[in-house]
């Protein structure tokens, strides 16, 4: 079975701290995404990466920036949380191809808090 | 840009068949999932289409009109646990996934 894992399941930060969420996948996937998911706007793509050291800007990349130094880990930094930044964050991963391999796999999620 | 639709809220009793539509407007379409989502969860994957028909698996069932740009979420013999929202979402290429804002489907006793 495909393991996605967050670091944390709730985190709480106050206005202007450098935040770091952590995702890790144990599948060899090449593809990693962050999402952002809100009430109502359902998920929203913020960066994904198709490769270590690789990474694109999804819809929503202002405020935030990434770093994949390993091919399973994928992490996320808010370099100065706000509070408009309180929000659900879902790390996913999937193989590189077409058709069904594209299955995005997710992990737990973090939801964030800033104050 | 993407645009996907789907109905923000549908209610069913148990036993019933509910159906979840979904409409898109892409540029660039490799298939359309479906995954399902239970309160403070991750989403987990239900079914996928790339040609136009039905995919049937057990009592889920996905359909696809290409042309349309349309595709539904067909739930039978609806039970309790399958209270949670649907999120239909696009593939367009990279392993990229545009999702719409999810159904939330409620069912009653």
């Known amino acids: 079975d495909v393991k996605v894992t967050q670091s944390s399941r709730y985190l709480v930060k106050r206005t202007g701290e450098k935040v770091f969420l952590e995702c890790v996948q144990d599948?060899?996937?090449?593809?990693m995404f962050w999402y952002r998911q809100d009430p109502g706007l359902g998920l929203r793509l913020i960066y994904f990466s198709y490769d270590v050291k690789m990474k694109e800007k999804g819809d929503i990349p202002e405020g935030y920036s990434v770093s994949r130094e390993k091919k399973e880990r994928f992490s996320l930094i808010l370099e100065s949380a706000s509070t408009n930044q309180t929000s659900m964050y879902l790390c996913a991963s999937s193989t590189q191809g077409t058709g069904a391999v594209d299955t995005q796999y997710f992990g737990p999620g973090t939801r964030l808090t800033v104050l | 840009g993407q645009n996907i639709d789907q109905p923000t809220e549908m209610t069913a009793t148990e036993g019933a068949i509910v159906q979840i539509n979904c409409t898109y407007q892409?540029?660039?379409?490799?298939?359309l999932f479906w995954y399902q989502q239970h309160a403070g969860e991750a989403p987990t994957f239900l079914s996928y289409n790339v040609l136009d028909g039905l995919e049937e698996k057990g009592r889920f069932s996905s359909f696809l009109s290409r042309s349309k740009g349309y595709s539904y979420l067909l739930l039978k013999e609806l039970q309790m646990k399958d209270s949670a929202s649907y999120l239909c979402a696009v593939s367009f290429g990279w392993g990229k996934l545009q999702f719409g804002a999810g159904t939330q489907v409620v069912v009653t006793p």
């Open positions: 599948m060899d996937h090449e593809n």
């Open positions: 892409t540029s660039g379409f490799n298939g």
